[in-house]
């Protein structure tokens, strides 16, 4: 029987060879990551960065994260801050993303970076990612691998679903640890949470010993998410919900709820990392069983609830 996901590879030196000689021509890879899956392409290459932005139908003011295996490599592109290594020294390769002022020398395109004076620059901690970032001389900007305003991918799987055989190859790396994208921190002015992820403003905030807000205000760009829809399975959803009415689909957390054919528990154990990992895979699944509407139970305003509160907000269109 033939294979329909034969772009979908393993993780062996033979394949990363392959993707390292894509990315090196500028074509766009699906590649996993702690956070979520991502389509990786040259961030130094106006040309593949297009290519990002038509795949994803991605609107052009909303720039990419460019993500670098070594702080050495930065050194060119933005002006590095005392907060920034405080931070970078406790946090990174981890699922934090920083804003940083861009250098005039920066050789990063500036359609990865919407033509604004900053740039969003990562560390990631995946091995495969980290290995493929050793293996290359320029950094890669990578989105999460969804079409704009949809539900980002956890699974190699998920990005076949979003792109199929669009893109040439999809690594294997299972799913993904953490299951939500990385805290974005701007650091450029006051210190705020652009995008809330797994780091709390709390663990930022003890290690540079500033105060630290959540704000969805940027003062160029939509801000991450700020595009009314996104995480978006493309139909109604109401939140804080205590009981689901006819047949629609009930997403709960913990054990207070009756189970049904169409309940979808994050975690029977109350546990909101555990949430956070099924947060999309239990969106996808909703929407690719065709429900009419989602209910969502109330989910705790803490630590990594905050960023599926954070998602499911946008995801309802609010
Ligand atoms: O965990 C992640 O960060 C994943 C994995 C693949 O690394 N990537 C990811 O990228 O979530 P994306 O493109 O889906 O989300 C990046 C967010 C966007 O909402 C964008 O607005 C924001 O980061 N961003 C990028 N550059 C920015 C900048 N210069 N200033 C403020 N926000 C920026
Ligand atoms: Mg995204």
């Not at 394949?15 to 702690?34: C, M, S």
Request: with cysteine; proline share 5%.
């Amino acid at each position: 029987m033939k294979n329909i996901y034969s772009n979908i590879l393993k993780n062996n030196n033979n394949n990363i060879g392959q993707v390292i000689k894509y990315l090196k021509k500028n074509h766009v890879i699906g590649i996993p990551t702690e956070t979520v899956y991502g389509l990786a392409a040259n961030a130094y290459s106006d040309i593949a960065v297009k290519k990002i932005y038509k795949l994803k139908k991605r609107p052009i003011k909303n720039p990419l994260i460019i993500h670098y295996s070594k702080i050495k490599d930065l050194s060119k592109d933005v002006e590095i801050n005392k907060n920034f290594l405080k931070l970078y020294k406790k946090l990174c390769p981890g699922p934090i993303t920083f804003v940083l002022n861009k250098k005039k020398s920066s050789k990063v395109s500036n359609l990865a970076t919407a033509k604004l004076d900053t740039v969003a620059v990562r560390f990631p901690s995946h091995k495969i990612i980290k290995n493929i970032l050793a293996k290359i001389k320029f950094p890669l900007a990578i989105p999460s691998a969804n079409k704009s305003s949809s539900i980002s991918p956890v699974t190699p799987y998920d990005v076949f679903d979003e792109f199929g055989k669009k893109v040439k190859i999809i690594l294997n790396g299972g799913k993904c640890k953490i299951g939500i994208e990385s805290t974005v921190v701007d650091l450029t002015n006051k210190i705020k949470i652009l995008r809330p992820g797994i780091i709390s403003p709390n663990i930022i905030s003890k290690i540079i010993k500033l105060k630290v807000d959540i704000t969805k205000k940027h003062k160029n760009i939509k801000a991450p998410g700020s595009l009314k829809k996104h995480y978006s399975p493309g139909i109604p959803m109401k939140l804080n919900q205590k009981k689901v009415t006819k047949n629609h689909a009930f997403i709960i957390f913990g054990k207070k709820y009756r189970e049904t054919n169409h309940t979808f528990n994050l975690s029977k154990k109350s546990d909101l990392n555990e949430a956070a990992r099924n947060l999309y895979k239990i969106l996808r699944k909703i929407k690719n069983k065709k429900y009419k509407k989602i209910y969502v139970a109330k989910i705790p305003e803490k630590n990594i609830g905050i960023a599926i509160n954070d998602r499911l907000k946008h995801a309802s269109g609010k």
